[in-house]
């Protein structure tokens, strides 16, 4: 038999985050294997995350955020990558898939002894709204970056309409805000950052008006005017509002249509199902990133976490096992943060909803305290809220609004959920002061006392 075709051939379908991470790492475990990423857009191994600050400006270049091209992935990797090809079929007795090169329009079929879907997520649209329209536009991609960006410069809009107040939908509402642009949120929850707990959602709202950007929350009748070629307005309450472009944001969800084309099991989500080594219902494909459901740590539960830092640490173990590894993901605490005019968010477990759409007997604290020592000048103030079980006495969830700290805070309560940490332990740990930089009493500490007295 010719050495070159008993290779293992590894096939790695998508090249953004959990793709390369895949191929990469598959590479590395077997490196006489003839692994090859596809990609059907124009790049790969991009920085979504980075989106909104290429949109503020505040990373200049895009090329920036692109960190790979087909060339130098393989010059550095090992691996061969075709980038504007298009998978369209899975044939799973045969062990191959159906690529269509989209520009040239040209099919071939390519085989493989272990294939791995890193598809990612799409962003979700707005039936009621016709597709195609010339200024309606999501932030998802470097392509819809460009896009955004030269409709910017090309027309000289004022006025822009925000559809969707989650993560995507806020940031690029701060970025276009500190272009000069008037924006205006619509959501059709009554407060912003679905997902959040509400007093922190009421901390967002004021921080909002206090920025000019006007939020209109919680209502149902709305009509969308446009003509064939773009969006004119709104109708709200009798009141007509114009707005020169529109950034749809409402959100994502799995892009599973390769996987359902081909049978395999998905979840409640639309995620891949997969197990702890990432391998779907069929044994010789796995599936990483922003496709698949993992298991939340706080319920135990199936769930769908689309976050950069998960899609790269599954592709990596999606990689390392398509190519004869035996690594195992473990069940993820949801750990996410946001920056918006100035203040930093992060929401850390479960929400309030969350604790009881699980049955969870649970009770929270609060507090708003400073971040550093009063004296200090620059010294501001920092919200804080604690989900605990009252059974277990063991932290579900928490959200913070404040400054750069917060983030911190987060990394500490993520790790008392991982490692299982008594909640009341908060108010037990040395946590550091120096005036410049930290509080005399910490807020974690301050949140521990509260919960101990809660507990007794």
Request: proline content about 4%; some cysteine; aromatic content about 8%.
């Amino acid at each position: 038999m010719n050495p070159i075709t008993a290779r293992k051939k590894i096939i790695v379908i998508g090249g953004n985050a959990a793709g390369p991470a895949a191929a990469a790492k598959a590479k590395r475990t077997a490196p006489e294997a003839n692994v090859l990423m596809i990609e059907s857009g124009d790049f790969i191994s991009t920085g979504t995350c980075e989106l909104p600050y290429l949109l503020s400006g505040e990373i200049k270049n895009y090329e920036d955020i692109v960190f790979f091209n087909a060339e130098s992935f393989e010059k550095e990797k090992g691996v061969k990558v075709l980038t504007s090809h298009f998978v369209e079929k899975i044939d799973r007795i045969r062990r191959t898939i159906t690529v269509k090169n989209l520009m040239s329009g040209h099919k071939f079929e390519q085989e493989y002894d272990k294939l791995i879907l890193c598809t990612g997520s799409v962003a979700k649209t707005l039936p009621i709204l016709p597709i195609g329209l010339s200024n309606i536009f999501k932030l998802k991609s470097v392509n819809d970056l460009i896009a955004i960006k030269n409709y910017i410069e090309k027309n000289k809009p004022k006025n822009v309409l925000v559809i969707g107040a989650g993560y995507i939908g806020l940031e690029s509402a701060d970025a276009m805000h500190s272009l000069g642009l008037s924006v205006t949120i619509l959501e059709k929850e009554k407060l912003p950052l679905p997902g959040f707990e509400d007093e922190t959602r009421y901390l967002l709202l004021d921080l909002l008006k206090r920025n000019n950007v006007e939020f209109i929350g919680g209502t149902s009748d709305i009509k969308y005017n446009y003509d064939t070629q773009k969006f004119i307005s709104i109708k709200l309450e009798g009141r007509i509002i114009e707005f020169d472009f529109v950034l749809l944001s409402i959100g994502v969800e799995p892009n599973n249509a390769l996987a359902l084309s081909s049978k395999l099991n998905c979840g409640d989500y639309g995620g891949i199902k997969v197990d702890q080594r990432l391998r779907t219902s069929d044994p010789n494909i796995f599936a990483a990133g922003d496709c698949i459901e993992v298991i939340n740590k706080v319920t135990g539960a199936a769930d769908h976490i689309p976050l950069a830092t998960i899609a790269h640490q599954t592709g990596h173990a999606a990689g390392e096992n398509a190519a004869g590894g035996n690594t195992f993901v473990k069940p993820i605490v949801k750990n996410i943060a946001v920056k918006l005019f100035g203040k930093s968010l992060v929401s850390v477990g479960i929400n309030s909803f969350e604790a009881k759409k699980y049955g969870f007997n649970y009770s929270s604290v609060n507090v708003i305290v400073p971040n550093l020592a009063k004296v200090m000048p620059n010294s501001e103030s920092v919200f804080g809220k604690i989900l605990f079980d009252k059974k277990t006495k063991l932290i579900l969830g928490a959200n913070f609004l404040g400054n750069q700290e917060v983030v911190g805070y987060a990394d500490l309560i993520s790790s008392f959920i991982h490692n299982k940490i008594k909640s009341s332990e908060l108010a037990n740990i040395n946590y550091n002061y120096t005036p410049p930089l930290s509080p005399f009493v910490n807020i974690l500490s301050v949140l521990g006392r509260k919960i101990e007295r809660e507990l007794k």
